[in-house]
């Protein structure tokens, strides 16, 4: 694709890196195929083609405008259309670069700003989303029913391993920012399968969001610190010989894995960001390196757990953004677990971060799409791999939907060690 950027970006960093993906870009249409909203609306603008075009006028200088805004707004940023390019667009990126140039050029109204300000304050602060959260699910029966859906009802998370317990490996876990409030049962389910597979699970008490929801917020600076904060809180670890980072929310694990590009600018932490997106590792990916020892567990403990039937949910953020599949897959099968055919399992379910929250009508269409597709052959329950998918997908059905760690720990019956 020819392109002829305007003055305002075309030395810039970002104005570079704009050129160099929309020149790949050969207009082929093989993206519209795999693209969600393009299956709901047939508007090209509303697939990853037109909304390439959308940006690339804007970055040459047209005006950008309130039809430009709606168009990038629906976009999911689901990245299935960077797993079907054949010219390999990193089209997230680019939708990264236009959405921060439109946020200056086009003002939102004063609800929309005030509703994307609280979830960029609220969500990525453990320390207000917490009791915000709790307090919510204290007073969830004289709570409107769309607030009500956002609710997981509580679970206690369970024993995890005590910290004395000894191994000589160690990998450091993202508790996160949502998911210690809303399913803090899925790092106490990792800490106990990694213990029992001899590897100790740590916590860095001053990491936090990944900065994954400030950045498709429009707040690009502030999920640098995200990552500044975090580097800072891991790097003591990993100088002491922690293995790797491990993530339990696959859509945490596509941030982590951007730190590199996120800090290329600054010389104080591009090297360690560097470090930090190549020691990422997704659970699954941790627990298939050990699957020899697994299988040795799995053998010595009852298959009761198994029973029943699984849909596996794959998020978006996992097929697509981190490019992992099968491993879950193969990891619950090896647990004995019958999986069950989903169809059209490369579409996004609608959660998409804050997507739900700021368009619920298509989130919610996507939503009940996906769910038929993960019913359809009558499962008695739903793994994913993201906790917005998980509380999406549940706020749609009477299955319980859980993280498929949590169907490993319990296949496994992992006592705590003293």
């Not at 591009?270 to 020899?292: C, G, H, P, T």
């Not at 996004?348 to 619920?360: E, K, N, R």
Request: glycine share 8%.
């Amino acid at each position: 694709m020819e392109t002829h950027l305007a003055d305002f970006i075309r030395n810039t960093q970002a104005g570079r890196e704009a050129d160099e993906i929309l020149r790949k870009c050969v207009h082929c249409g093989f993206c519209s195929a795999t693209c969600p909203t393009y299956q709901l609306f047939g508007d090209e603008l509303d697939g990853p083609r037109g909304r390439i075009y959308l940006i690339k006028q804007m970055l040459e200088g047209a005006e950008a405008t309130a039809k430009t805004q709606l168009h990038l707004d629906r976009c999911l940023n689901c990245r299935s259309c960077e797993t079907t390019c054949p010219s390999g667009v990193h089209y997230a990126r680019l939708l990264d670069i236009g959405r921060n140039v439109l946020e200056q050029r086009v003002p939102r109204g004063a609800v929309e700003s005030l509703l994307r300000g609280t979830l960029r304050q609220l969500l990525p602060r453990r320390w207000l989303f917490g009791p915000a959260y709790r307090l919510g699910q204290w007073l969830r029966p004289l709570l409107p029913e769309m607030l009500k859906a956002k609710l997981l009802p509580y679970r206690a998370p369970g024993p995890r391993p005590l910290t004395r317990t000894q191994h000589v490996r160690s990998v450091i876990a993202l508790a996160g920012c949502v998911q210690p409030a809303m399913a803090p049962g899925i790092n106490a389910a990792t800490a106990r399968v990694l213990n029992r597979l001899g590897i100790r699970m740590i916590e860095a008490a001053r990491a936090g969001c990944c900065g994954a929801l400030p950045l498709h917020l429009g707040a690009e600076e502030a999920a640098r610190r995200d990552a500044r904060r975090n580097i800072d809180a891991w790097w003591p670890l990993l100088e002491a010989g922690a293995e790797s980072i491990l993530f339990t929310a696959s859509g945490c694990g596509t941030q982590l894995r951007d730190y590199a590009h996120l800090l290329q600018d600054d010389p104080a932490y591009a090297v360690k960001a560097a470090r930090v997106s190549l020691l990422s590792r997704d659970v699954s990916e941790v627990i298939a390196a050990e699957q020899e020892h697994l299988l040795t567990l799995l053998a010595g403990t009852p298959a009761t757990a198994t029973a029943h039937k699984l849909a596996f949910h794959s998020p978006c953020s996992l097929q697509h953004g981190l490019q992992i599949r099968g491993t879950v897959e193969t990891l619950l099968s090896a647990a004995g677990f019958v999986l069950t055919p989903v169809a059209d399992s490369h579409l996004c379910c609608g959660s998409a971060g804050a997507y739900s929250v700021l368009q619920p009508k298509i989130g919610t269409l996507l939503r009940d799409h996906k769910l038929a597709a993960l019913c359809a052959d009558q499962p008695a329950a739903i793994a994913t791999a993201n906790i917005g998918c998980l509380a999406h997908l549940q706020s749609g059905t009477a299955l319980p939907v859980r993280h498929w760690i949590e169907y490993l720990d319990a296949r496994l019956a992992v006592p705590v060690a003293g």
